[in-house]
């Protein structure tokens, strides 16, 4: 009679139990935040829970381990204030854009070697980035991009044909008409003309910015809309002096200055150029590249990286520049942040060139410079992009560490269950 009246006891403990357990996961799906309507910094479960132009991970290295909405998408600047000369903006560029977490292998052996993004060039592309650097080698009677050892590709260090990454640019170009591209080469090609026959060979001459009409003395670049109706919408540029002759491929330090990159530049409070570049403070050439990734990537590290640590290198570099922003903004792993990221700092960095706004989606077309309209900073949901809005997935493709609050609430009840039953 007792064990009868035991093991009832025990099953009614159980079946409320499981109520309870039903009810708890029941309440925080309805409570919390879903199906797209979660906003930056707000809990989440999965990248759909997001709102556009935001993906669902955490920043395990800054102690978040929550998972939280974060964004990933650019507000692009020409879509908001038109027509300005194209250096006068401030682009975001993918360091090493080819060197892909998870990238299949196409040269046999396991690769060796180190990467710097997640995510397809055409994701990047439709994500905001405008600036690609891209290593280019001679390798098996082609052109590939690869790392090296002294100047040397191997097949651990190999990714694949750079005419692969270049048609992702053309079909990009060719769906946004309005888009300007620029790629940034390290440049270890020694075949004569190779570089011109795979642009062409890549459907890319089309959109060639010709090297004779690039300002040479400083001097203010096309207005963007000129550029854009004229096709120069890419802008190539090499690390190879002899190409600008003999193949009409700008040289980078001719154009652009440019810091320290790797650890050099992410020291924080300092920003000395590169030892092939002008002075930042140079007035003889019209683009700035700020280099801003350590010499060794770390992916589960990018978000400290390009969180206040980047905001603070950022004031550092325009302050070693004489107060001139930089026209690109070169990074590892660029979705990766504790909430906006290399977003948000590129918002502040167009705000203030473009119209004297604290963001630039505080800036308003027309209107004199310094009159913003009233914005939240962090308000960053739904990036302004070619047509208004991006198409394509936030979503990382690389192996982004990540708890969801459902397993959370799933194991600590799962846990209270067994601890009542035993």
Known sequence: MANQFMNKTFHANHHHLLLLFVSTIFFFTASACSNGNCQMLESCSVDTDCAHGLYCGNCSQLGK???FCIRAQVNIPTAIIKGLPFNKYTWLVTHNAFSIVDAPLLTGPQRITFYNQEDSVTNQLRNGVRGLMLDMYDFENDIWLCHSFHGQCY????????????KEVEAFLSSNPAEIVTIIIEDYVHTPKALTKLFTNA????YWFPVSEMPKKGEDWPIVTNMAQDNHRLLVFTSDSSKEATEGIAYQWRYMVENEPGDPGVQQGLCTNRKESKPLTSKTASLYLQNYFPTIPVQDEACKENSTPLTDMVAACYKAAGNVMP???AVNFYKRSDGGGVFDALDR?????LCGCASVTGCQAGAPFGTCRNIELHNSSSPTGPSGSFSGSAQLTGSASRITCFLVIYKFYFFLILSALY
Request: aromatic residues 8%.
């Open 65 to 67: 381990n929550q998972s």
């Open 155 to 166: 097949n651990i260090t190999a990714f694949q044909p750079a005419i692969n990454t270049l």
């Open 349 to 353: 960095m167009n705000g203030q060139t």
């Open 327 to 329: 026209n690109f903004l």
């Open 203 to 206: 459907g890319l001459d089309k």
